[in-house]
């Protein structure tokens, strides 16, 4: 899978609900959207692998990340398969040093195509495109759009941190990401989700006014 695809982000955000809606019993959605309320900062290592529909290898990476509320992520995968992703708020920030080229996207505008993002954007139209259900502490989305390009998404929690994420695309690969010594709610600078353009690189500027 092109790690172009996976742009993997976990930033906690608020989760605003109505007066009328607290008063009822929460869905399991609602509950994983407070999960990720309850945190207002995130840091992990992780190590990622991808396989294919046939659990053959396909990559291995690792890297760090960083999430921030309000909506802020800053994602780095190491080489061989060097790749930043930064959130600042507004604006998605696609770095691949391979190309030397920078791509930036309105962030309200990256969740559909990158899934991740679903966890930096809890009030998105695009949760209504998932069923939530919970087993054991574990969360799967499941796409109710025909032919999603990711139709399940699979979290896990391990005391109230994000321990693992999976998400399978169509072709059946599956992206496993497995977090390393998580913490949250510590302060982090705001210096880590800023962006400039490193010299050399080219901007590809895909946001629409």
């Known amino acids: 899978m092109n790690l172009k695809k996976i742009c993997f982000t976990i930033v906690a955000t608020l989760a605003l609900f109505n007066a009328s809606a607290q008063q009822e019993k929460p869905t399991i959605k609602t509950l994983l959207k407070n999960e990720f309320a309850a945190m207002q900062s995130y840091s992990a ?33 190491f080489e061989p398969n060097e790749l930043t992703l930064i959130a600042d708020g507004s604006t998605l920030w696609h770095v691949d040093p391979f190309v030397e080229q920078v791509i930036a996207i309105s962030q309200k505008d990256a969740v559909a195509n990158h899934p991740i993002m679903l966890l930096a954007e809890t009030d998105s139209p695009v949760w209504d495109d998932y069923s939530v259900t919970e087993s054991n502490g574990n969360y799967k989305l499941s796409s109710v759009v025909e032919n999603a390009e990711y139709p ?30 998580p913490t949250k709610n510590v302060e982090l600078d705001e210096a880590i989700f800023r962006f400039s353009l490193p010299d050399g690189f080219e901007l590809d500027d895909q946001r629409v006014d």
């Open 152 to 181: 399940s998404i699979t979290l896990g929690f391990d005391k109230g941190l994000l321990s693992f994420l999976d998400l399978t695309d169509r072709s059946g690969q599956i992206n496993s990401l497995k977090f390393i010594k």
């Open 45 to 77: 290592a992780f190590t990622q692998v991808v396989v294919d529909a046939q659990n053959v290898e396909l990559q291995r990476a690792e890297g760090k990340l960083y999430l921030k509320q309000p909506q802020k992520l800053y994602w780095e995968t």
